[in-house]
Each structure stands twice: as structure tokens, then as C-alpha cells.
């Protein structure tokens, strides 16, 4: 399946626990100031790029402990990223989590959730989520794998499950 990429990192350790392949999405519709990556606010800059072409990358390397979607957000393209996701869940050569940041709230994402944007498509396909929108006011060094107090890390398997959102702590990060 086609997506507009940004880029792609196929060695992480920043992008959230463990060793990472992150895929940076083209197009954001928030705006956020002081994205660190204002470059893939236009969703028509980047580059077309294929979810099986990306997924045959990321499974060549069986170092790998996790794949994050990033941006741009990924849930501007949730569909392809959820048929991304998928295929990384089913494959059976070595198991990844998989990591999406997203602008938009864990809450506003259930609430706006229509077949045509597919945002449950990928939610359901995510194991954990960052949400919210990055707040410069309130940027914080100190934070595990987040820009600012505002933004969480969240379990989005156990969400789904009890219907509220369920944020992993600091510590419990550190642990992962």
C-alpha cells in the first residue's frame, strides 16, 4: 500500500524503548510550535513509498526490538500504517512492538474514529501510542520519550480493553 514518507530511520534508540526502526510519515495537520519536524507538515512533500517495500526493510534486521511510526503524524495515514503495522504483527520471524506519535489525543482519536480515516484501524494495530500535541511552553528534557508533560505514553491494548486510557509512567519506562 502507497504513503507519503518523510524518511526512515532503520537504527533507533530514541524513538521510544529498545532498538527502533522509525517511520517518519509526511503530513501533519497540527502545526505544533517547535516541531522538531516541521519539514513533514505538507502532505505532499516526502516521497511516495510502499508499506511491503518498508516492512521487507525493517525484517532484515532481526536486532530489532520495535518499529515506531512518526512524523508528520501517522495518523493522517492511518490506513496505510495500519496495513504497515499489521504485517509487522504477523510476521513470525521475531515479534516488534509497534509505537505511533500522534498530535491527536488518545480521546479524540476514539472520538473521531470513522471507517474513511481508519484512526481505530491503527489503533487496534499499535501496541503503545504518544499522544497529544508537542506544547513548547512546557517542553521537558527529563521525559521519557516525550517533548512535553502533556504528551503520554499509552498501553493502547489495555485502553481499548477498559474503555479509558491506561498511561505508562516514567518509571515503568525505564524498564522496558
Given amino acids: 500500500m502507497k504513503f507519503r514518507c518523510a524518511g526512515l530511520t532503520p537504527e533507533s534508540i530514541v524513538d521510544g524503548p529498545g532498538y527502533r526502526f522509525t517511520v517518519w510519515t509526511q503530513g501533519c495537520p497540527h502545526n ?11 502532505p505532499a512533500g516526502g516521497f ?8 521487507r526493510q525493517i525484517i532484515s534486521d532481526p536486532l530489532l526490538d520495535g518499529v515506531t511510526l512518526s512524523g508528520g503524524d501517522p495518523f493522517y495515514q492511518a490506513k496505510p500504517m495500519a496495513d504497515l503495522a ?7 520471524g521475531f515479534k516488534l512492538n509497534v509505537i505511533a506519535y500522534t498530535g491527536f489525543t488518545y ?5 473521531d474514529a470513522n471507517e474513511e ?3 481505530m484501524e491503527l489503533l487496534r494495530e499499535c501496541d503503545y501510542i504518544i499522544d ?26 489495555k485502553s481499548l480493553d477498559k474503555g479509558v486510557p491506561v498511561v505508562i509512567d516514567d518509571e515503568t519506562l525505564s524498564m522496558m
Fill in 32 to 42: 505544533c510550535e517547535g516541531c522538531h519536524n516541521p519539514q513533514t507538515h505538507d
Fill in 48 to 55: 511516495e513509498a510502499d508499506t511491503e517495500e518498508v516492512f
Fill in 86 to 92: 499489521r504485517k509487522i504483527h504477523a510476521y513470525e
Fill in 107 to 111: 480521546e479524540e482519536l476514539i472520538a
Fill in 117 to 119: 480515516n481508519g484512526f
Fill in 132 to 157: 497529544g500535541r508537542f506544547e513548547l511552553a512546557q517542553r521537558s528534557l527529563e521525559l521519557k520519550f516525550r517533548g512535553s508533560p502533556n504528551q503520554r505514553f499509552i498501553d493502547v491494548k
